[in-house]
């Protein structure tokens, strides 16, 4: 009888495996059919149901105070230091292996207080990732988008904007986002590159893909006025050296102008072969004032300006990467993360890098130097007030023209129990290897938010957020770790892909 029972319970667990198997079929069935019925839809046709379904909600201004972002890639991250300081973040996209989300969503982190706040304002755009965004300085300070892409569910389909957005950062936040209805701007792309200098918003490069042919990338720049609310092109003379067209280069401004380097690009080499190229060229947008003298070989007046590209040389730069992130704040820059590609016949391997890089312009050369932070990360919450007054010390590591190093400071012991993550541990000495992470400098501290890395067939996204304060380089802090939904994984791994094919033999 024991035998008995014994071989029914292992008849009875082999039923139910099998009938789990088949629920598990069917599922991967019904979901193949959502895509492929997701797919029969155009991606205007998706645009205008977002659309339609924005314009039927009576949308009101509010800000509600939340947990942080759920995971996202390729958003935006600007500072706007009045306020106490925040960081505004705008926008991304999540693939999770099974579909791909884009969001629209504005987000504001209180650096005074610790806090992520999501603000619901009348009139947001459509959901994009790989746009751009600018803030302009001041009380009444704005921030500019520009851009970007959205992609269908099932990632077959994108969909390149040309758009030009403006949200007031003041006492006028509470109107909404406002259409910037302005022409002679850049046209449709992603991967581009914005900043901020003298008064005018620059755009350089981008791409536009409709996965039907050859991408095509750029290699122009966009002029926005933000006192006259006008677009100006820069059109160079055929005997001008400018840098090759390129999406995803490391763009910031300082006094001296406008700085590219790097970047990715892919070209047809014939019928269906391409090539990729990581750019490691370094160039110059030089800028002075037309009184200063005649206009050189090469060069182009406009607004009052002399523009000419320069080929810049460099010192100590890390290996090429893509996937690079770059921040700056007067004439000092900071790049973080990356990745080196090592590309085969028939796979990528690619080595993601956690080095943080002050880059600095001096006797036309520009030059990297290493940054590390000479104690391990800690958590907000965690410091016994040591750190806290050290951190409100005099900085040595870097020139004082950053501004204060006290922003910081403030600590909330709520993040405790927020900040546990499989991509932290309590010895490392900067957060974990990344690409394509966000980054920006408020009130003399850097922020690093997010970004991707790639564990075996998996593509994950993070939603961690550091600061260091880039004066003396004591330690990161780590203001919370990566939301629980960072390492869900719904695609198929490279070993139940192989599997099924067995299967199918």
């Given at each position: ?6 071989a029914q ?5 082999a ?6 198997k088949?629920?598990a ?9 959502s895509e ?6 155009s991606?205007?046709?998706i645009?205008a149901?977002i659309?339609?379904e ?10 509600t ?6 995971p996202?890639?390729?958003c935006?991250?600007?500072?706007f230091?009045e ?5 505004l973040?705008?926008?991304g996209?999540?693939?999770?292996g099974?579909?791909?989300i ?5 987000y504001?982190f209180?650096i ?14 459509h959901?994009?990732?790989?746009h751009?965004?600018?803030?302009t300085?001041?009380?009444e300070?704005?921030?500019f988008?520009?851009?970007?892409e ?8 994108f969909?390149?904007f ?17 259409k910037i209805e302005?022409?002679?701007g850049?046209?449709a792309?992603s991967?581009?590159r914005m ?7 620059l755009s350089f490069?981008g791409?536009?893909?409709?996965n ?10 966009h002029i ?12 160079f ?6 840098p090759?067209p390129r999406s ?8 001296d102008g406008?700085?590219v380097?790097?970047?990715?690009s892919?070209?047809?080499v014939?019928g ?14 030089q800028?002075?004032?037309?009184k200063?003298?005649?206009k050189p ?26 996937g ?5 704040v007067?004439d000092l820059?900071f790049?973080?993360g ?5 590309e ?13 890089h ?12 290493l ?20 951190g409100k ?8 023209a ?13 993040t ?5 993550s499989g991509?932290?541990?309590?010895t490392?000495m ?12 408020c ?11 790639e ?9 961690d957020?550091?600061s ?8 990161w802090?780590l203001?919370?770790?990566n939301?629980?939904r960072?390492e869900e ?5 490279s070993s ?9 033999d």
């Amino acid at each position: 009888m024991p035998r008995e029972n014994a071989a029914q319970r292992r008849a009875r667990r082999a039923a139910t495996a099998e009938k789990k198997k088949r629920k598990a079929k069917k599922e991967k069935e019904k979901q193949k059919q959502s895509e492929a019925s997701e797919d029969k839809k155009s991606i205007e046709d998706i645009l205008a149901e977002i659309e339609a379904e924005s314009q039927a909600k009576a949308i009101t201004y509010s800000e509600t105070l939340c947990l942080e972002p759920s995971p996202r890639s390729y958003c935006s991250l600007c500072a706007f230091e009045e306020r106490g300081g925040e960081l505004l973040l705008f926008g991304g996209e999540r693939n999770d292996g099974r579909k791909t989300i884009t969001y629209n969503e504005l987000y504001s982190f209180s650096i005074s207080k610790n806090h992520w706040r999501r603000i619901t304002v009348p009139n947001p755009p459509h959901p994009r990732s790989g746009h751009q965004a600018v803030v302009t300085p001041g009380s009444e300070g704005s921030m500019f988008i520009f851009g970007g892409e959205f992609t269908s569910p099932s990632g077959n389909e994108f969909y390149h904007f040309k758009d030009f957005w403006r949200i007031s950062l003041g006492s006028d936040r509470k109107l909404g986002w406002e259409k910037i209805e302005a022409k002679g701007g850049p046209s449709a792309r992603s991967g581009h590159r914005m900043t901020f200098f003298k008064g005018k918003i620059l755009s350089f490069g981008g791409f536009q893909d409709n996965n039907k042919s050859t991408p095509k990338y750029f290699n122009d720049i966009h002029i926005f006025d933000t006192s006259e609310y006008k677009w100006t092109k820069l059109s160079f003379p055929a005997i001008a050296e400018i840098p090759d067209p390129r999406s995803a280069a490391q763009v910031f401004a300082t006094s001296d102008g406008l700085f590219v380097h790097g970047g990715y690009s892919i070209s047809r080499v014939k019928g269906e072969v391409f090539k990729s190229t990581v750019h490691e060229d370094s160039w110059l947008l030089q800028v002075h004032d037309a009184k200063d003298g005649p206009k050189p070989p090469g060069a182009v007046e406009e607004l009052g300006l002399i523009w000419k590209w320069a080929k810049v040389r460099s010192s100590d730069k890390p290996p090429p990467a893509t996937g690079v992130t770059v921040t700056s704040v007067k004439d000092l820059a900071f790049s973080f993360g990356g990745v080196i590609d090592d590309e085969e016949e028939d796979a990528i391997h690619g080595e993601f890098q956690e080095t943080l890089h002050l880059l600095k312009f001096d006797n036309k050369f520009l030059s990297w130097k290493l940054l590390e932070a000479k104690h391990p990360v800690k958590m907000k919450g965690s410091s016994d007030g040591k750190e806290e007054k050290e951190g409100k010390s005099k900085g040595q590591g870097l020139p004082d023209a950053i501004g204060s190093d006290s922003a910081g400071a403030a600590e909330d012991s709520s993040t405790k129990s927020k900040v546990e993550s499989g991509f932290y541990k309590s010895t490392q000495m900067a957060p974990s290897p990344r690409m394509n992470t966000h980054m920006t400098l408020c009130n003399g501290m850097l922020y690093l938010y997010g970004g991707t890395v790639e564990l075996g067939s998996r593509q994950l996204t993070l939603s961690d957020l550091y600061s260091v304060d880039v004066n003396k380089m004591q330690h990161w802090w780590l203001h919370h770790g990566n939301d629980k939904r960072t390492e869900e994984w719904l695609g198929e791994s490279s070993s139940e892909s192989s599997s099924e094919d067995e299967e199918g033999d």
